[in-house]
């Protein structure tokens, strides 16, 4: 059972950094796809970042050249890297797996609802 868990959420001024990082509890035969997504009070869950068993990896447009996932990623730990954050990038950040989906040919970015598993979430606020 792939759990995940969440941390390094915080505040940070418009135009600053930010690192979470996400523990994941072990990875499976078939987690072929991992990533983040986040969501805003009152809005849906809006999708990110997503990195596949090969080490491909999407950005949505949103956040395409801000944001990055480290290749100095610790075993177990995927990590989002935040830069030149904006105050709309506020949002808690979930962390999450999909243990069903086979691998594709080509690199995809996954929905929200397309994970199998997700953690708790962490806070990131961003003030102007």
């Known amino acids: 059972q792939v759990q995940l868990v969440e941390s390094g959420g915080g505040s940070v001024q418009a135009g600053g950094s930010l690192r979470i990082s996400c523990a994941v509890s072990?990875?499976?035969?078939?987690?072929?796809?991992m990533g983040w997504f986040r969501q805003a009070p009152g809005k849906e869950r809006e999708v990110v970042v997503t990195?596949?068993?090969?080490?491909?990896?999407l950005y949505a447009d949103t956040v395409k050249g801000r944001f990055t996932i480290p290749q100095d990623s610790a075993k177990n730990t995927l990590y989002l890297q935040m830069n030149s954050l904006k105050t709309e990038d506020t949002a808690v950040y979930y962390c999450?797996?999909?243990?069903?989906?086979?691998?594709?040919?080509?690199?995809?970015?996954?929905?929200?609802?397309?994970?199998?598993?997700w953690g708790q979430g962490t806070q990131v606020t961003v003030s102007s």
């Open positions: 990195i596949d068993r090969v080490g491909r990896i």
């Open positions: 999450a797996a999909d243990v069903r989906r086979r691998l594709n040919d080509r690199p995809i970015l996954l929905r929200p609802y397309e994970y199998t598993h």
């Open positions: 072990e990875y499976t035969s078939t987690t072929n796809y």
